[in-house]
């Protein structure tokens, strides 16, 4: 510690100490690359028919969380990698009603523009658009309702887990698969300290 003209201490941080520091509150270098540091769009939903949906955990929807500039699926990819959701393939989202009962997903919005249906037949329409990013609990029911030429979606899955596709009521394995999916280590956008945890915490 030094001390100015007028005796007052001074602080003293090594470049490199101060990256740290601020990567440890996701902010500072390398934060570019998100458009958008607020609070996600939570979405509760519940059985509906055959859909089982997810009644204890939400969807949240991240607004322009990456800024469209560059690669921006190799960015999310890179991203949901460093906060333990592997990414496992690019592509659309399937055009019919469907869930996962073996997993978590991060969609990533890397292109293009969409209508995705939630919770099943006459669920909750959203539109998603390049930079956005929906993370579905597993049992959430998703399909593709309309979808620009460019549309391109990144798809990621907590560490260890592997999902499956489901086109009717789950039977009563499937409910135990749900039951037993692990709880995330960390927001696949923000980190171990990022709105997973808190949004899904007090429900899990």
Known sequence: MSRDENGRAKLRMDR??????????GVGMGTEMFASTGEPEVLQLKRNGWMPNNERLPVLLYRGAFAVKGDVAAEMERVFEQNEWPPQWRNGVYPFHHYHSTAHEVLGFAAGWGRIMLGGEGGHEV???????????????????EASEDFLVVGAYPEGEHWDICRSAPDEAAVERMRRVKFPASDPVHGANGPLVRHWMAKA
């Open 16 to 25: 490199r100490k101060f990256g740290a520091a601020l990567a440890v509150l």
């Open 127 to 145: 539109r998603v658009n390049a930079g956005d990013v929906a993370l579905l609990p597993t049992g959430t029911g998703h399909c593709r309702v």
